[in-house]
Nanobody, 128 residues
Framework: QVHVVESGGDSVQPGGSLRLTCAAS?????????MGWFRQAPGKERESISC????????YLADSVKGRFTIDIDSAKNTVYLQMNNLKPEDAGNYYC????????????????????WGQGTQVTVSS
């Protein structure tokens, strides 16, 4: 059973930075996987923020975060990192990490419905 754990959420002021970490476990190296970050604000649907493939290639980044967020993967640790810079109030929400044991391509497949293992979420608050 795949286990996903996020960490790094916090409360920051606008313009601040945070680094979210997501570690996945419970699967063997025979699988190629894709990991992603999704955000859900109160009263809104879960939206895609960023996804990255274990096999590499250009990661997916939502237009709203391009130029501010970056995603990296440490395949040896089955861990992904979401670096969030110049945070805005609209970036606030519960950030969920998810894993699917398949190679999702093209990057536009970074959608919640393609992922089947989810973490509990980590809260990000951006306010002055």
């Amino acid at each position: 059973q795949v286990h996903v754990v996020e960490s790094g959420g916090d409360s920051v002021q606008p313009g601040g930075s945070l680094r979210l970490t997501c570690a996945a476990s419970g699967f063997t190296s025979e699988y190629y996987y894709t990991m992603g970050w999704f955000r859900q604000a109160p009263g809104k649907e879960r939206e895609s923020i960023s996804c990255i493939r274990q096999l590499g290639g250009l990661p997916y980044l939502a237009d709203s975060v391009k130029g501010r967020f970056t995603i990296d993967i440490d395949s040896a640790k089955n861990t992904v990192y979401l670096q969030m810079n110049n945070l805005k109030p609209e970036d606030a929400g519960n950030y969920y990490c998810a894993v699917v044991l398949r190679d999702l391509y093209p990057p536009t497949m970074c959608l919640p419905r393609y992922f089947d293992s989810w973490g509990q979420g980590t809260q990000v608050t951006v306010s002055s």
